[in-house]
């Protein structure tokens, strides 16, 4: 008897993340270019380290609330309020979490049931469709296209919603494409929502980080504040990854059963990474603002280096991606990564990693630095010229 066959079936029948995977072997390589991890390559400003550093100093050292530091969700009202012109209780009505992919889990796991479908615009973030699964739920698969700009429209969802469908998990701006969903569109998403109604997971963990338009928060838009649980936290715009520090905002019903099973796994998130993010709501705009200046000029550089080898390439107004279509070399997208990463040592993430949808492309991080981008840039058209 293999100890395999005592492995609950549901998390036999996930995938590995096709990420970590692939990095996996990336790791163990020397010279290697990554444009793989979707993770800053800025280190957390000073003042927001210092803050953290200040307050083991005076002992913070205890749990918190299973709610979090009301303090920290105080400024979360108040930053959401300011930007976004939709306000929740404090109290009752935001939960901290162990980054946002806590939330996420907490989320699916307190609305969910067997039997009930959650729509899945894609490519989308690996953990989403396997945190519905592990939910009890049924993730249905709505694609999205280059030629559409990656956005998800009300016919797709019209045709693939049934009297099982619950929930619609919606990630703008995207990982991995990039895409953002203007207001007018989300307005369109948002009657049909309530047409159906259907609880909406908003991941906003990219909201600041957005070119050339503003983003908009889902729960802001007409009647859609308390049908949406909305997703977001400190890692993407305040380069604090390691803090593990993200929050949910909702009604009370919702938040109450997110936090009583946050109460069981969790307890609550560490105390010295919320008071870290207490400063950087508080002080850390500006840094933030040189930050996304800064990934702005990289995602031009890279628009302009992958058009330049004739791949086709949709330009990305949020995040820090870019998702170029690989198809004429005649590779498959793990293919193109593979060989890719032997011959020219730059990794990057084969497209299918986030769903049948992103086969034919590869996910770039342009979250390195200038130099690093030019260099894979050089190596990329190097192993593309002989496949073109």
């Known amino acids: 008897m293999s100890w395999s066959d005592r492995i609950s079936p549901t998390v036999r029948s996930i995938p590995p993340s096709g990420i970590r995977r692939f990095f996996d072997i990336v790791a163990e390589m020397k010279g290697v270019v990554s444009l793989g991890v979707g993770e800053p390559d800025f280190i957390t400003p000073w003042h927001i380290r210092e803050s953290c550093v200040y307050g083991l100093e005076r002992g913070y050292t205890s749990y918190t609330s299973n709610y979090g530091l009301l303090e920290l969700r105080e400024e979360i009202v108040r930053v959401t309020q300011k930007d976004y012109d939709v306000t929740y209780d404090p109290r009752c009505e935001v939960l901290i ?35 519905v699964t592990l939910a009890g739920g049924t993730p249905v698969p709505v694609t999205t296209t280059m030629e559409n700009q990656f956005r998800v429209t009300v016919d797709q969802l019209e045709k693939l919603v049934t009297p099982r469908t619950k929930v619609l998990l919606i990630g703008y701006p995207n990982n991995p494409t990039g895409a953002i969903m203007p207001r007018e569109e989300l307005l369109e998403i948002a009657k049909f929502a309530e047409k159906h109604d259907l609880i909406v997971i908003s991941d906003e963990i990219y909201a600041n980080l957005t070119y050339g338009s503003e983003h908009t928060c889902f729960a802001s838009l007409p009647g859609m504040r308390d049908r949406t649980i909305l997703l977001n936290g400190f890692s993407k715009a305040y380069a604090m990854t390691g803090w593990r520090i993200g929050y949910a905002m909702s009604n009370p019903d919702f938040i109450s059963a997110m936090t009583k099973i946050h109460q069981y796994t969790m307890l609550c998130a560490p105390i010295t990474a919320q008071v870290a993010a207490v400063e950087a709501l508080r002080h850390g705009e500006n840094t933030m603002r ?20 004739r791949l086709k390439c949709f330009e990305p107004k949020g995040a820090f991606y870019i998702f170029p279509s690989i198809k004429e070399t005649g590779l498959s997208s793990l293919e193109f990564a593979e060989e890719l990463l032997k011959s020219e040592k730059v990794a990057l993430v084969p497209g299918d990693a986030f769903g ?13 630095s200038m130099a690093n981008l030019s260099k894979a840039l050089e190596r990329i058209e190097r192993f593309v010229r002989k496949r073109l």
């Open 97 to 131: 979490t162990v980054g946002v992919s806590e939330a996420l889990d907490l989320a699916l796991r307190a609305v969910l049931s067997p039997g009930d479908e959650a729509l899945v615009p894609e490519p989308c973030y690996v953990s989403y469709k396997a945190c």
């Open 290 to 309: 040189k930050m996304v200046a800064e990934y702005d000029c990289r995602r031009r550089l890279m628009i302009d280096g992958l058009r330049s080898m």
């Open 356 to 368: 049948e949808s992103g086969e034919g492309y590869v996910r770039c991080s342009y979250a390195t």
